[in-house]
């Protein structure tokens, strides 16, 4: 495949960031995005609603779907499902961007907090993937590809947010294991991961203006992203993908483009050795 023309995504968490770049790029080939996040109106201190996804969305040549989706809450996963198959007759291609972060060690970690972690990164990536099967196992070409690192079992990556760890480590061993599961079906799995921070609204909210200038701007992982869900999802499974690297074999050599401050190094990003 070389297009994502007529394709119908479901992306979690697509109102702003790395989510609505995704979607914004498959919209330029004609796609059908679904834009399930739970910002309905504006957020005091973060970019973006449903609303103004879809309104990128059209203008970018997309047909759009907002739809206020809180992934912890199955019923409306499955009613998402359901109006999304009412709207565009089926699902094509499943982004698990939705995620939630709190960098903190173990007495630092309230519960309430470690379950929002869970609910969202683990129980709701996997909710939202049962929710979509159905529909997947009918499509051509059909993908899920899932924003969450390579499984790095460093004691560094746990000892300072063993909490966060766990949660986004979740999300990868769904990758790994439904890969396997559904690989004779013809269902692929992909994790995708950043080398990089991403100026997004969680980088801002942990490192400031400072780390937001030393990142890259979210269109390398929508690129990446493309990259993926235009291949084969028979030969193509079953991978923990890393924006950088995905793109240099894709031919890519001018990674200045993505820099948000031109001629700054950009910070490596967890998890990545």
Same mark, same amino acid.
């Given at each position: 495949?070389?297009?994502?023309?007529?394709?119908?995504?479901?992306?979690?968490?697509?109102?702003?960031?790395?989510?609505?770049?995704?979607?914004?790029?498959?919209?330029?080939?004609?796609?059908?995005?679904?834009?399930?996040?739970?910002?309905?109106?504006?957020?005091?201190?973060?970019?973006?609603?449903?609303?103004?996804?879809?309104?990128?969305?059209?203008?970018?040549?997309?047909?759009?779907?907002?739809?206020?989706?809180?992934?912890?809450?199955?019923?409306?996963?499955?009613?998402?499902?359901?109006? !999304?198959? *009412?709207?565009?007759?089926?699902?094509?291609?499943?982004?698990?961007?939705?995620?939630?972060? $709190?960098? =903190? #060690?173990?007495?630092?970690?309230?519960?309430?907090?470690?379950?929002?972690?869970?609910?969202?990164?683990?129980?709701?990536?996997?909710?939202?993937?049962?929710?979509?099967?159905?529909?997947?196992?009918?499509?051509?070409?059909?993908?899920?590809?899932?924003?969450?690192?390579?499984?790095?079992?460093?004691?560094?990556?746990?000892?300072?947010?063993?909490?966060?760890?766990?949660?986004?480590?979740?999300?990868?061993?769904?990758?790994?294991?439904?890969?396997?599961?559904?690989?004779?079906?013809?269902?692929?799995?992909?994790?995708?991961?950043?080398?990089?921070?991403?100026?997004?609204?969680?980088?801002?909210?942990?490192?400031?203006?400072?780390?937001?200038?030393?990142?890259? !701007?979210? *269109?390398?992982?929508?690129?990446?992203?493309?990259?993926?869900?235009?291949?084969?999802?028979? $030969?193509? =499974? #079953?991978?923990?993908?890393?924006?950088?690297?995905?793109?240099?074999?894709?031919?890519?050599?001018?990674?200045?483009?993505?820099?948000?401050?031109?001629?700054?190094?950009?910070?490596?990003?967890?998890?990545?050795?």
């Amino acid at each position: 495949m070389s297009t994502l023309q007529g394709k119908t995504l479901f992306i979690t968490g697509a109102s702003r960031g790395i989510g609505l770049a995704i979607a914004l790029r498959a919209a330029r080939d004609g796609a059908n995005v679904v834009v399930a996040a739970k910002t309905a109106e504006p957020h005091p201190k973060l970019p973006g609603t449903i609303h103004s996804a879809a309104e990128e969305i059209e203008k970018a040549g997309g047909k759009a779907l907002p739809l206020m989706v809180d992934i912890r809450h199955e019923d409306q996963v499955h009613a998402a499902v359901k109006q !999304t198959v *009412e709207r565009f007759g089926g699902i094509d291609i499943l982004v698990n961007n939705a995620s939630a972060i $709190s960098l =903190t #060690g173990t007495l630092q970690t309230p519960m309430k907090k470690f379950d929002l972690m869970f609910g969202v990164n683990v129980r709701g990536t996997y909710s939202t993937t049962q929710a979509c099967l159905p529909e997947l196992l009918k499509g051509k070409n059909p993908h899920v590809l899932t924003l969450s690192p390579p499984l790095n079992m460093k004691p560094k990556w746990f000892e300072n947010h063993v909490a966060y760890t766990m949660a986004k480590y979740g999300m990868s061993m769904c990758v790994l294991g439904m890969a396997e599961e559904f690989r004779a079906q013809g269902v692929a799995f992909n994790a995708l991961w950043p080398r990089t921070t991403i100026a997004t609204a969680a980088v801002n909210m942990l490192g400031g203006q400072e780390m937001m200038e030393a990142s890259r !701007t979210p *269109e390398i992982m929508a690129d990446a992203a493309y990259a993926i869900l235009t291949r084969d999802s028979r $030969s193509c =499974t #079953g991978n923990f993908f890393l924006d950088e690297e995905l793109l240099r074999e894709a031919g890519e050599t001018n990674f200045d483009k993505y820099l948000v401050k031109p001629g700054t190094q950009p910070l490596p990003d967890f998890f990545i050795d």
